[in-house]
């Protein structure tokens, strides 16, 4: 007899691509431009995050890491996710939401948050144990 998860996991959810916002940061654009024209595009914010804090400024880094999270929750909400289930890091337009998650939980560690800090690393570690292992090197 077989014995089959009634309760199976949700599928992954796979944001769409957004080829001329990606081509624009491939480029080689500054990242604040992608960002301004294209403020739904997590990977630009992502991008700002991760500068910021190269700099040395944590708290800037936070703001552009959430900004970028809230809005890839937003495109995650708009293709199927209901607040949980895989969010593959396979999948290159998911990234940019993942790096924010990550970024805003370095962040929030850097100026002491550490609630949001361990939540953050459970979330990624949830949306995609790949990610998580990628990103925290």
């Known amino acids: 007899m077989s014995h089959d998860n009634l309760l199976a ?3 992954p959810t796979y944001l769409p691509d957004n080829p001329e ?3 624009a940061l491939e480029s080689g654009a500054k990242a604040s431009d992608v960002a301004a024209r294209f403020p739904a595009y997590s990977a ?3 991008a700002l995050a991760d500068e ?3 700099n040395g ?3 800037t880094s936070y703001a552009f890491a959430r900004t970028g999270y809230h809005r890839g929750l937003d495109q995650l909400r708009r ?3 209901k607040g949980h289930g895989p969010i593959p890091w396979s999948h290159e337009p998911n990234r940019g939401f993942l790096r924010c998650l990550h970024a805003l939980g370095r962040a929030a560690q850097a100026i002491g948050e550490k609630d949001e800090a361990e939540r953050c690393a459970q ?3 949830d949306s995609d144990p790949a990610a ?3 990103l925290n090197g």
């Open 9 to 11: 996991a949700p599928p």
């Open 21 to 23: 916002a990606r081509e």
């Open 44 to 46: 630009a914010w992502a």
């Open 52 to 54: 910021a804090f190269a």
């Open 57 to 59: 400024h944590a708290v």
């Open 79 to 81: 293709n199927g996710w």
């Open 123 to 125: 979330f990624l570690y």
């Open 132 to 134: 998580a292992a990628e």
